[in-house]
């Protein structure tokens, strides 16, 4: 277990019906024909503060009743998105959330992603283009292999590379086609964007520090180069 004043990380182990969920959607979700499908090494369940789990469920069921989603139909997918790693988180035993700077995973985890949020609407804001096509807004990935494209270790000597499975709360979807780079929320009656510039992979952007959650942290073992 790895405990924080307001997050915890629960290890699940291989067979457990958690476990086999998130692997079957990451294998399912795979769509990177050229390079093989990599292997899942170990898994944790991340669970929230209360203030931030009260907050996504007001605001996804906020969402449900403006958007008119009947009782049964979901109201939140599962998305894919990496973080850039500079500590060895997930690793091994003691596990810690680091303060590091230059780590982009910890934060993410510690506050829900809204760090991430922060950092993309800093760039936006800042005019610079890169890592921003659609905007101030937090990128998710409906392929697991898009957001393993991304995951990254600053630091050396880790066999793994983390990927975060993502509670996600999109209710209506804008459809861009060209990059906005300094949108900062869809537009009047959408909830968030999908968007897929010039023929790239599609991506879902959502605006709201509400719409998503880190899920669970996925540990990957390194492709043999």
């Known amino acids: 277990m790895i405990h924080n004043d307001i997050c915890l990380l629960i290890r699940v182990p291989k067979g457990h019906v958690f476990y086999e969920n998130v692997r079957k959607a990451f294998t399912r979700k795979w769509k990177d024909k050229e390079k093989d499908l990599p292997a899942i090494a170990k898994m944790y369940l991340i669970t929230w503060s209360s203030q931030q789990r009260s907050s996504f469920q007001r605001y996804r069921e906020k969402v449900a009743m403006m958007r008119n989603i009947a009782k049964g139909k979901l109201k939140e997918i599962k998305c894919f998105r990496s973080e850039k790693r500079a500590c060895n988180l997930g690793d091994k035993k003691p596990y810690r959330l680091c303060n ?15 760090s991430s949020l922060d950092y993309k609407r800093q760039v936006a804001k800042s005019g610079k283009e890169t890592g921003v096509r659609f905007g101030g807004g937090l990128y998710m990935s409906p392929t697991s292999n898009k957001a393993f494209h991304y995951a990254i270790n600053l630091s050396e000597g880790s066999a793994y590379l983390a990927v975060l499975v993502t509670r996600t709360v999109l209710g209506n979807m804008q459809n861009l086609q060209n990059e906005e780079h300094h949108r900062f929320s869809p537009d009047a009656g959408y909830d968030s964007v999908q968007a897929r510039a010039e023929g790239g992979p599609l991506e879902f952007v959502t605006y709201h520090e509400d719409a998503v959650r880190p899920a669970y942290l996925v540990m990957i073992k390194k492709p043999k180069v």
């Open 100 to 114: 590091m700077p230059s780590c982009h995973l910890c934060p993410a985890i510690l506050t829900g992603f809204k």
